[in-house]
């Protein structure tokens, strides 16, 4: 999936992975993608939930091998 910009949130802990993602959120413009990698387990509850409740738009998650991805499109 295409993103127009990626978050390394690999090796941080909660909720860590849910600040970087609010500060670069911000940075985009409506209806632009990021793109997450964490390897933190506990971000896959905690990413649909900030999206969800942000008006954002969890489009996809996967694992890749320790590293969960996730992208988020921009509400």
Do not use: Y
Request: aromatic fraction near 4%.
């Amino acid at each position: 999936m295409n993103a127009d910009k990626v978050l390394d949130a690999k090796g941080l802990a909660c909720p860590m992975p849910i600040v970087k993602t609010r500060k670069e959120m911000k940075d985009l413009e409506s209806g632009q993608v990021l793109e997450i990698q964490a390897t933190d387990k506990g971000a896959k509850a905690d990413l649909a939930a900030w999206a969800k409740s942000g008006g954002h738009e969890l489009l996809e998650s996967q694992e890749d091998g320790d590293v969960l991805k996730f992208w988020i499109k921009k509400g």
